[in-house]
């Protein structure tokens, strides 16, 4: 009888072992499977306010939460930075938007984005795309931010994608590649209109008219009538017309690194 009892417990050490053994195996497996995640890299404001008129501004959270669900559904790890790191300003904060709130309360990425990277701590190589979301405030920082233009450049030169939608553009605008030329040079393109910006009453605000810019800097820009979804490709170059159009960004970057 001992030695049956005795043969039972070292059995029932064994299964228990192994069972440990699995879980330790899985776990090691589930954080390599995290650790193998490609990565894409969301650039939003950190400017909060829109000229001098006392309202406020800042990203455009419908421009981060709809790419943002294409792209995580999709197995992708996103990473954001500001020109000032840390907790962006945020507008278009309307919860009633499935997809809003269901970042909006995603704790991971609620985290992520209220401890967005400063570019100094911003790696280039580590990603597979860039993409910036509009917002007002993107006016005002991004075309001036030379240390996320030298990220932008240098994920498009290693065979990224670079990507906006409606006042993202304007982290594009300045971008200079290894060449000399700009980025948008002779290429289709798109982002907020002149007409757009008129019906919203800030054409006099902003510090300039992003259709514009791009159409001097090279750009051949594109667009449909106001509010309407506008997604242009040029080859890894995809930009977005209006915040209608954030999902559609972010299906094209899908497609684009999927090929």
Known sequence: MKNKIGFSALCLTMLFTGCKENTKKETVETKEEKVMKEKILFVVTSHDEKGNTGEKTGYYLGEV?????????????IDFVSPKGGNPPVDGFDLEDATNKKFW????????????LKPSAVNPSEYKAIF?????GAMWDLPLDEEIEKITAAVYENN????????GPAG??????????????GKKINGFTNEEESIVKLTEVVPFLLEDKLIEHGGIFEKSEPWQVHVTIDGRLVTGQNPQSAKG???????????
């Open 65 to 77: 939460s709809h790419p943002w669900e294409v792209l995580t559904d999709a197995g992708y790890e």
């Open 105 to 116: 309360e995603d704790t991971y990425y609620h985290n992520k984005i209220s401890n967005s």
């Open 132 to 136: 910036f979301a509009g917002g007002h």
């Open 160 to 167: 990224g994608v670079v990507a906006a939608v409606c006042h």
């Open 172 to 185: 594009l605008v300045n971008v200079k590649l290894n060449n000399g030329k700009y980025l948008v040079e």
């Open 249 to 259: 960004v972010g299906e094209a970057i899908k497609e684009l690194l999927e090929k």
